[in-house]
RNA sequence: GGGGUCGUAGUUCAGAUUGGUUAGAACGCCUGCCUGUCACGCAGGAGGUCGCGAGUUCAACUCUCGUCGGCCCCGCCA
């Protein structure tokens, strides 16, 4: 709606976004997906208009005209016209609405929710969600062009209850029997691999019954792709491009690639999280050579001595660095320390400091230096802390700073039950190097596993998958998982299965940290509580019990 | 399953530490005035089971306990 249209009788539809009645003039501001523009109506022209309410559907007829220079309002994209009513239809009565629907929302989230049609005419969530049809869009766009093809798979299908809790559906047709929502569609991908599309995409809902989280919901949707006769480059390349050709189509950025890559096990000694936030520095440092000849109790006979040096760190107070200190006993850690340094160094370990260790560790006035001494536990909690500090001291720079974190290790050991779980998924093919040890020591077997991280968040995670029945049985005897439930997989594996791999970038993640928004709900249109409930659906809900008959179940109380 | 935090007009919050008169403000809503506003302005008005339940007390929005709900975190998320 622009000048080209001055003195055009036009029609236009609408939501009323804000009414300024003057009396003898009254103007609305006349709200659709694409703009608002202001519309001036004559009250002795058009009776009515005192009837109309915000949040009103409307249609108005009129003709457009520029406005004069002192009244022209850059601030709006059709700010330098109006249009001057000639007749108003209401085609949609609006209620009052239980909030003022308006960009910089008052409104608490669960109303937000409840009444989420109305939440979702404001201007950042319309943003949003067209958005996130752009970047689906740019992410098809490069598949497509890529030669994929897009290729849906079942929803309802097996309970394979290894990985996260399912989502059942009762079956009515066979009593006592159940169906599970896909929690992936790893299976069907693999199969199709084997039925020979050799390169297959889609976007896929996947449904996990597990707490959600700011970032997590019971339903999210990932672009899930798998490739043929592919390693590992061939599909962190695609994946790479198809970024690429994101930031350039939604962004209008060159995104730099190839990403930089870390392996596992540096990831954890230095950031202590498998998903590096890089936006900051604050590594973490090794000083077990500095330390160990100091004769100090609590680092004695301790296998490693890490530090954070968080630059302007010194702010933190004493009871804030105190609370820490709990923190690390409850991790079983044998606590913290800390020397903050000033004019001179003071804290616990002040003394156990020089000029030359400081210098080391580039340790300078106004920082926080934090040690803590023990076993790999220190890994994750220094990672967290050195999140935090960031957080505190407001450290990250903006941008996007991706990375690929590989060298995966396939198994992880559950402390409390002893037994080897797969610490991505099952289906990952052990490093060929690393395969003699599957049967001696299944936790130095390395996975060919890759991860893609951005800011500190998980976005896509990716693997070449077994083609090879033996090993991959082999795989589900070491973390005692039920062959029988993957039995198409391993028949099928046994008639030409080629070689494949692929990624499955969660789009809902990347949505939010492309937008620089918070929460994962800000992106979904209908999104669910972190108790997992449909506020305006209201559900979970009970059911009829001619319902619960059919499906033959019973419930307790 | 565990921890933290919040819950007071339609909405967002103040009031609570120190229990005591009629629980306030802003936005929204209603009425009136206003022809250049764009967060319009001005005048007036309506609107409250202080989440729910119990306890302490002469007296509870306020203190105690319990409970329900939202958000955040841990567990969990192949």
Not at 36 to 51: H, M, R, S
Not at 381 to 408: C, H, Q
Request: glycine share 6%.
């Amino acid at each position: 709606m622009q000048k080209d249209k001055v003195d055009h009788e036009i029609e236009a539809f609408g939501w009323v976004d804000r009414i300024r009645n003057l009396g003898g003039l009254v103007f609305v501001d006349l709200r659709d997906r694409t703009a608002t523009l202001q519309i001036v109506i004559d009250p002795k022209a058009i009776p009515g208009v005192k009837e109309l309410g915000l949040q009103d559907c409307i249609q108005v007829f009129g003709k457009v005209r520029e406005r004069p220079d002192v009244q022209k309002t850059p601030k709006m994209t059709t700010g330098n016209v109006e249009l001057e009513v000639s007749k108003i239809e209401v085609l949609g009565k609006s209620k009052v609405p239980p909030f003022v629907v308006e960009s910089d929302v008052k409104a608490n989230e669960d109303l937000r929710l409840r009444y989420r049609y109305l939440d979702l005419r404001r201007e950042p969530m319309q943003q949003a969600i067209m958005f996130r049809h752009q970047v689906i869009t740019a992410m098809r766009e490069y598949l497509n062009k890529n030669d994929f093809i897009e290729i849906e798979t079942p929803i309802l299908t097996r309970s394979m209850p290894e990985g996260a809790r399912d989502y059942l559906v009762p079956s009515r047709l066979y009593k006592g029997k159940f169906y599970a929502l896909a929690q992936s569609p790893q299976m069907y991908k693999q199969l199709l691999m084997v039925a020979g599309f050799e390169r297959y995409y889609q976007i896929a809902r996947c449904m996990r019954d597990e707490d959600p989280r700011h970032d997590r919901q019971p339903e999210h949707t990932q672009v899930d792709m798998e490739m043929s006769f592919v390693d590992e480059e061939d599909v962190m390349t695609i994946a790479e491009g198809m970024f690429a050709h994101i930031f350039k189509q939604v962004l209008g950025q060159e995104l730099k690639i190839p990403f930089p890559r870390m392996r596992y096990k540096d990831a954890i000694e230095k950031y202590g999280t498998d998903k590096p936030d890089l936006c900051f520095g604050m590594e973490i440092i090794d000083v077990k050579a500095a330390f160990k000849g100091k004769g100090f109790p609590p680092f004695k006979d301790k296998p490693d001595i890490r530090a954070l040096v968080v630059k302007r760190g010194g702010s933190f107070s004493r009871k804030e660095l105190d609370s820490l200190k709990d923190r690390a006993k409850e991790l079983g850690l044998p606590g913290i320390f800390w020397v903050k340094r000033e004019e001179k160094f003071s804290g616990s370990i002040a003394k156990l400091l020089d000029e030359n260790i400081a210098r080391q560790l580039q340790f300078e006035k106004g920082d926080l230096l934090v040690i803590t001494a023990g076993s790999k536990k220190i890994f994750p909690f220094l990672g967290n802390l050195r999140n935090e500090f960031a957080s505190e001291l407001g450290l990250r720079e903006k941008g996007f700073k991706f990375l690929w974190v590989y060298d995966f290790p396939i198994f992880e050991l559950d402390e409390k039950t002893g037994a080897f779980t797969a610490s991505h998924h099952i289906f990952t093919q052990p490093k060929p190097e690393d395969i003699k040890y599957l049967d001696t020591d299944p936790l130095k077997v390395r996975g060919r596993l890759y991860d893609l991280v951005c800011n500190g968040n998980e976005l896509a995670s990716g693997s070449i998958r077994n083609h090879n029945r033996q090993i991959q049985e082999k795989l589900f005897g070491i973390v005692k998982m039920d062959p029988t439930k993957y039995t198409m997989l391993l028949d099928a594996l046994e008639y030409g299965a080629p070689p494949h791999g692929g990624i499955a970038p969660g789009i809902d993640r990347i949505i939010m940290i492309l937008a620089g928004l918070k929460s994962i709900r800000e992106v979904i249109a209908f999104p669910k509580t972190t108790t997992a409930q449909g506020l305006m659906e209201n559900i979970p809900d009970q059911v009829t019990p001619q319902q619960l008959k059919d499906l033959h179940i019973k419930t307790d109380e």
